[in-house]
């Protein structure tokens, strides 16, 4: 079992940077693909980035790609999702996940969900 707490939401204005938190406990971090996914009112959950379990690559949507910047604290058993230049289409409830397939995360069919954090952004 993997439980995962999910911080740093907030009201921001657009053009400011956020930074996400995920706290991870209950298994090896290492051993998991991680995550992070958003959702706006209305609108299915999609796919933000992803960090990779065994290789470490992270790949990003087309829409953040440039913007945001996924890592992880392996010590800490944390992952990160740095914001820049944050856009009101940003504004969504973001969600970390964890699981041991690679392709069941990218697919939104990860084993571990965090609560979310609420990101807002000011036009």
């Known amino acids: 079992q993997v439980q995962l707490v999910e911080s740093g939401g907030g009201l921001v204005q657009a053009g400011d940077s956020l930074r996400l938190s995920c706290a991870a406990s209950g298994r090896t971090f290492s051993n998991y693909a991680m995550g992070w996914f958003r959702q706006a009112p209305g609108k299915e959950r999609e796919f933000v980035s992803i960090i990779r379990r065994i290789s470490g690559s992270a790949s990003y949507a087309d829409s953040v790609k440039d913007r945001f910047t996924i890592s992880r604290d392996s010590a800490k058993n944390t992952l990160y999702l740095q914001m820049n230049s944050l856009k009101p289409e940003d504004t969504a409830v973001y969600y970390c996940?964890?699981?041991?397939?690679?392709?069941?995360?990218?697919?939104?069919?990860?084993?571990?969900w965090g609560q979310g954090t609420q990101v807002t952004v000011s036009s």
């Open positions: 996940a964890a699981d041991a397939s690679n392709a069941a995360l990218l697919a939104r069919r990860a084993d571990y």
